[in-house]
């Protein structure tokens, strides 16, 4: 039987406990490094941390851009592969408890055009596709496509 999932609030400290999946290494390249890019996201909004058996398996939350607005990142961890269903539920009402205790009425979402796992995970959260972001990304050539994610709405309870 699979250890308990749980969330628990973010620390910086959380990241490095990550085993990220190859989806999530190739969206943070030429990124600063993560212990970096954790301490900033803790600071820039509310975040989570989910644990299987006591083991950070991912980490996410939402950089509040301006009252009301937000861009909501996760680093999934390989843990995650092994309670996918229950990770995808706890992540949906986590994303509702942020939005709601953060007072957020729009969050949004930059997926990597390529990673279909991450859009399909976006869209289980209730985003949707708003458009194609060419070039959104730190690699100098600027390869990398991204698509926008949006949601906008009243937030279920």
Known sequence: MPPLLRATPFKPAHAAELCLRP???QALAGLPPL???????HAAGPAWTALSGGTAIACG???RFWP?????????????DVLPVAFARLAGLLLVRL?????FHRLQAHVRADDERA????????????????????AQSGQATHNLYGRFRTWKE
């Open 61 to 63: 939350g939402v950089v």
């Open 99 to 103: 939005a709601r205790e953060g007072r």
């Open 23 to 25: 989806g999530a290494v």
């Open 119 to 138: 859009a399909r995970f976006a869209r289980h959260l209730g985003f949707t596709l708003e458009g194609c972001c060419p070039g959104y990304s730190p």
């Open 68 to 80: 009301g607005v937000g861009e909501c990142w996760c680093w999934a961890g390989l843990g995650v």
């Open 35 to 41: 212990d970096e890019l954790a301490r900033a996201y």
